[in-house]
């Protein structure tokens, strides 16, 4: 089982979206069958088998096992992945362009970024996992606290200089056998509920 799995297909997307087929998949993160999942549900056997076969159909789940009871044999499924995220990829035309409004200042801009970062992040896991190799990456994740409006301009100002200059060190047009790596760096509010005296005291931050 994959830790993350990437939907791209949009039929797969639609099947994954179903309230009760969604529910399925979480059950799946262990092996059931479809008699074991019916009882945890509360839905007849047969309901939960169309289910699964539209899952399976799109590559959701997948056979761990058959178990032979009496006459019957009972399949054993599990999901593919423990998660799944959407490529934008599944929607197709109106899937967001960042090039179409680019400004580095806009929310919608980074949401418009980050939406193709999972769309080419996802067709690399899927080009990897088919010739059996992994996807070099490398990814940062952290959090500062600005005291001001100022402070987090000038963060910004200061980081955009230093990814600029280590881009203009190690780029190399010319390189033989080099190739492209896609750099974003992003800067945004956490939107998790504010800690220590804010929540304490019930007031709230403001936003900078």
Excluded: C
């Excluded at 179903?18 to 799946?28: S, Y």
């Excluded at 801009?109 to 990897?128: C, D, H, K, N, Y």
């Amino acid at each position: 089982m994959l830790d993350v799995a990437v939907i791209e297909d949009p039929a797969a997307a639609e099947a994954s979206l179903d309230p009760m087929r969604a529910r399925l998949l979480a059950a799946l993160a262990e092996p059931a069958s479809a008699t074991t999942l019916a009882a945890r549900v509360g839905l007849p056997r047969q309901k939960v088998n169309y289910h699964l076969r539209a899952l399976e159909r799109h590559g959701l789940v997948e056979l761990v096992e058959e178990r032979r009871k009496g006459n019957m044999t009972e399949r054993v499924l599990r999901a593919t992945a423990a998660s799944y995220v959407i490529s934008p990829a599944a929607l197709a035309a109106v899937q967001p362009d960042p090039a179409r409004s680019p400004d580095v200042l806009s929310a919608r801009w980074l949401l418009a970024v980050a939406a193709r970062l999972v769309r080419e992040v996802g067709e690399l896991i899927t080009g990897a996992t088919l010739a059996g190799r992994r996807v070099a990456t490398f990814t940062v994740d952290g959090r500062v606290r600005f005291a001001s409006a100022a402070d987090r301009a000038a963060f910004a100002e200061e980081l955009a200089a230093a990814v600029g200059a280590l881009v203009g060190k190690y780029h190399d047009e010319s390189a033989p056998g080099g190739r492209e790596h896609r750099i974003i760096v992003a800067v945004h509010p956490d939107p998790t509920p504010p800690t220590g005296a804010a929540r304490a005291t019930g007031t709230e931050t403001k936003e900078l």
